[in-house]
């Protein structure tokens, strides 16, 4: 198990590059992205800026406002702003404080696997992604499973978990 610090005590103080009052700290970073926790404190602002990778802007704490092109909103905790490859985007604050995890992609684009993800359903091929294409067919055996237990019956939820 591997445990990664962020947040008071671990950021750097002067933030990322083109940044005005904003603390950061890489927790991870590796060929398939980087993932930041920035915070914000009042009238602290990202400058305007691009990256050639998509990248997530998750608001953790506090509230402020991103721009990403022409475009502006506030945000608050528990939303999550997506900020397109090769558009100018940016974050700020004005009386407010914010947290947020930033997570830039990095890689191939996934748009094989977008059908799947949006839900639409797909043919089964034999043989993996050198059939596919080809109309191959594969039967699917029902897979063998059992449900969990069910709680006992002395269980109280405001206890946490059962174990």
């Known amino acids: ?9 671990h950021r750097r103080p002067d ?24 915070a914000f404190g009042r ?18 704490e506090g509230g402020g406002l991103v721009g990403v092109g022409g475009e502006r909103a506030r945000v608050a905790a528990g939303e999550a702003v997506l900020w397109p490859p090769g558009i100018a985007h940016a974050a700020w604050t004005e009386l407010s404080e914010m947290r947020a995890i930033v997570v830039e992609l990095a890689g191939a684009d996934d748009a094989v696997l977008r059908g799947l993800l949006e839900g639409r359903a797909r043919e089964l091929v034999q043989g993996g992604s050198a059939d596919v294409g080809r109309g191959a067919s594969a039967t699917v055996e029902r897979g063998d499973g059992e449900l969990v237990a069910a709680p006992p019956s002395d269980y ?4 946490g978990e059962p174990v």
Request: overall charge negative; cysteine-free; glycine content about 14%.
């Open 1 to 9: 198990m591997e445990i990664r610090r962020f947040g008071v005590g």
């Open 43 to 60: 009238h602290a602002s990202i400058e305007p800026h691009s990256s050639p990778h998509p990248t997530w802007f998750v608001v953790i």
């Open 15 to 38: 933030g990322p590059s083109g940044s005005t009052g904003v603390s950061g700290q890489v927790i991870h970073s590796d060929g398939r992205g980087t993932v930041s926790e920035l």
């Open 156 to 159: 109280d939820p405001a206890e």
